[in-house]
């Protein structure tokens, strides 16, 4: 990625959650590798047939199991906030290739016929020297009433926000000075096949050294895994996950993005579907504090089960 970045040759990066697996292919090389993106791609094609879709989400019980053990660690003090996923087996009458093609995500990516990402959250952007991070923490459905409202003024939200906020704005300045929050708390609509959701986004900035495309790659690897997928305070909770959670994430909860030569934008790999042995799997789940309900977040992860296609 430093090299890349140095020469200013434009590259895509994939990145895993254990920071064991990495891809970088020049744009040049993707159509013989098999892996297609899009970034802020406007949405053309329409699905003309009807989707059937369903979830098979992980037994309460084993969920509680580990939702109980994280709790422990947060009244220990280990951790103050903690990202709890599982897997979910889904049966859906789409391909990989179909829902790449017809969702309608901000970052979309599929990688040869083992998984496809529709991502609503950037990790990072860099803009002239400007690097942005948009932490999303907070989901409700927007079909109820009151929901913004309700959603913007619920404690164990707001908590977990600003817990997240706090953790981004101290990891970019490892990479940046004047680093500062330039939005807080803003709302943006995501319409998936089931519903419409609410999600909370902040926005965090700072400036980079004058040569920072030289060194892509330590400033992307330096912020890694990201803060609002895994916790805080990072390292403890990061070993709290890997206990509490039934198998590794690997490229759930990972990174991708775009170096264009000069800018670079880039995605945190939730909204996941794996192809695992010919079963899709499909990765969830959410934020866990001292204040969380372990009925609320069971159902938090199940309603992030969907793909964004109407």
């Known amino acids: 990625m430093n090299k890349f970045g140095k020469e200013k040759i434009p590259f895509l990066f994939i990145i895993d959650f254990e920071l064991e697996n990495a891809f970088v292919f020049p744009i040049s090389d993707l159509d013989k590798e098999n892996v297609h993106f899009k970034i802020n791609h406007k949405q053309e094609q329409i699905l003309t047939k009807e989707i059937k879709f369903r979830k098979t989400p992980v037994n309460f019980n084993i969920y509680k199991k580990s939702f109980d053990y994280v709790n422990e660690e947060i009244k220990k003090g280990n951790s103050y906030l903690t990202n709890l996923t599982f897997p979910t087996e889904i049966n859906i009458n789409l391909s990989l290739e179909e829902i790449f093609i017809f969702s309608n995500a901000k970052y ?15 990790f990072v952007k860099i803009e002239d020297g400007i690097i942005s991070s948009y932490p999303m923490k907070g989901t409700i459905d927007a079909g109820i009433p009151n929901a913004k409202e309700i959603l913007l003024n619920d404690e164990k939200e707001l908590a977990e926000h600003i817990t997240i906020v706090d953790l981004i704005r101290n990891d970019l300045s490892i990479v940046a000075k004047n680093v500062y929050v330039d939005k807080f708390r803003y709302i943006e609509k995501i319409k998936t096949n089931e519903k419409e959701l609410f999600q909370v986004s902040s926005k965090i900035v700072g400036e980079l050294e004058q040569n ?31 206990s509490a959670e039934i198998d ?13 030569g000069n800018n670079l934008d880039s995605a945190v790999m939730i909204r996941f579907i794996e192809n695992k042995n010919g079963k899709l799997i499909y990765r969830s789940g959410g934020g866990i504090t001292y204040l969380s309900d372990v009925n609320l977040e069971y159902q938090e992860l199940i309603d992030k089960v969907y793909v964004p296609i109407i």
């Open 108 to 122: 979309k990516l599929l990688f040869k016929n083992e998984f496809v990402v529709f991502s609503p959250e950037t």
């Open 248 to 260: 590794n994430r690997g490229f759930y909860t990972g990174v991708f993005g775009i170096f264009d």
């Open 212 to 242: 920072y495309n030289e060194k892509i790659g330590e400033i992307i690897f330096s912020l890694l895994p990201a803060g609002s997928i895994s916790g805080a305070p990072k390292k403890k909770t990061i070993e709290i996950i890997k």
